[in-house]
């Protein structure tokens, strides 16, 4: 790719309203801080002293949720970060950053590798903790990379696996309120934005998206693939919208309420994505499972 390329491809990726819109921000700073980094901060307290612990991240693009996780931990003595993708190039893009962080900030590296989810390039019984953020829901099948994780886990292990969640009350209200309104509410909620981000307003909701399910199904998947879900992370109920940025009072009232959410009961109701922290049971999984 020329530089040109190269030049172009970052502008548009400054000028995407998803880049501009600060609920949106909001989104992946819960998603990265608090679902993700939290949670493997915990995990990692713990720990036992000189305890050398593998963390991958799988499905990882260019490493960004992964950097975060790394810097959110970075206290813990003896981690090992890697990140594991199919695209290449952004494989690539996550690796040179690393190498960046560790010559200018003095940051441990974080190491990055093109792998399969369905064919995992890591030993059975090998990693401590698992990381996969917004990435089984484009998988068309998503149990046999389940049965991978469970299979590369230690037992004991955990992952974290974030999916969307397609039963969240905003979220069916305003699907309610678009069918009465004869799409007129989609039109308003997305007016505003540009094609840089996403396909038209004609296009096909879910784009991408070929295994959005419930968390019923999701848990029912994950006990029998040998990694039960052990504890529910509740997710941002903003995700960022120009009909959001516009409602600024509507918007910050439900940031600023949102770690209220997370204490009550029913934690997806409310919730634009799923966050299941999963084990890997220290026995085989029981006869009968897929």
Not at 129 to 136: G, L, N, Q, R
Request: with cysteine; net charge positive.
């Amino acid at each position: 790719m020329s530089t040109s390329e190269n030049r172009d491809r970052s502008w548009a990726s400054e000028e995407k309203f998803f880049a501009r819109s600060w609920t949106h921000q909001f989104y992946f700073w819960k998603l990265r801080q608090i679902m993700l980094g939290r949670t493997v901060e915990r995990l990692l307290a713990p720990r036992r002293p000189g305890e050398q612990i593998r963390v991958v991240d799988l499905g990882c693009g260019p490493g960004t949720n992964l950097f975060e996780i790394a810097d959110r931990c970075a206290g813990f003595e003896g981690v090992a970060w890697f990140g594991l993708d199919l695209n290449l190039q952004e494989v690539a893009d996550g690796a040179s950053r690393s190498r960046w962080r560790v010559a200018k900030r003095g940051m441990a590296p974080v190491r990055f590798a093109g792998g399969d989810l369905f064919n995992l390039p890591f030993a059975d019984n090998s990693l401590d903790i698992i990381v996969s953020s917004e990435v089984v829901e484009h998988l068309p099948d998503p149990y046999p990379a389940l049965r991978e994780m469970a299979r590369v886990l230690k037992p004991g292990g955990y992952a974290m696996v974030t999916t969307p969640n397609p039963r969240n009350l905003p979220e069916m209200v305003g699907y309610g309120l678009d069918r009465v309104s004869g799409g007129a509410f989609k039109r308003l909620y997305w007016k505003g934005q540009d094609e840089i981000s996403a396909p038209p307003l004609t296009a096909q909701v879910g784009f991408g998206h070929v295994s959005v399910h419930p968390y019923s199904v999701w848990r029912q998947w994950l006990a029998e693939a040998g990694i039960p879900v052990v504890r529910c992370v509740r997710g941002p109920m903003v995700f960022g919208s120009p009909f959001f940025d516009r409602q600024r009072l509507l918007s910050g009232l439900l940031v600023a309420l949102d770690p209220i959410l997370d204490l009550l009961p029913g934690k997806f109701l409310t919730t634009t994505n799923l966050g299941m922290l999963c084990r890997k049971r220290f026995a085989p999984a029981p006869p009968g499972a897929r």
